[in-house]
């Protein structure tokens, strides 16, 4: 069963950083696209960044220029690269993983980290 393991939340203060990570236990992650989403106390679930097998990424407007989202295949890790924190990015951050399945396409879920900002 494959599995993704968030980790690197916390509480910072506002225009502090933190670095996200999200561990993937299966073969295809190489050729899977990873995203990153979070969900505000109240709010509904965003898209905040993601990132093709290829490389190319694309970023919620609200985080371009301060989130920055990478991947290291042979790792099969992902990252959130989070600088100019913001309170209003205080939410339960959670990765997501589409790849090829054997019947249909396969997407997981993380279990979710909680980022904190203080004003």
Avoid at 9 to 23: D, I, K, M, P, T
Avoid at 30 to 53: F, M, Y
Avoid at 59 to 85: C, E, H, P, W
Wanted: glycine fraction near 12%; charge should be positive.
């Amino acid at each position: 069963q494959v599995q993704l393991v968030e980790s690197g939340g916390g509480l910072v203060q506002a225009g502090g950083s933190l670095r996200l990570s999200c561990a993937a236990s299966t073969n295809i992650f190489s050729i899977s696209a990873i995203n990153w989403h979070r969900q505000a106390p109240g709010k509904q679930l965003e898209l905040v960044a993601g990132i093709v097998p290829g490389g190319n990424t694309n970023y919620a407007d609200s985080v371009k220029g301060r989130f920055t989202i990478s991947r290291d295949n042979a790792k099969k890790t992902a990252y959130l690269q989070m600088n100019s924190l913001k309170f209003e990015d205080t939410a339960v951050y959670y990765c997501n993983l589409k790849g090829p399945g054997s019947l249909k396409p396969l997407e997981v879920w993380g279990q979710g980290t909680l980022v904190t900002v203080s004003s």
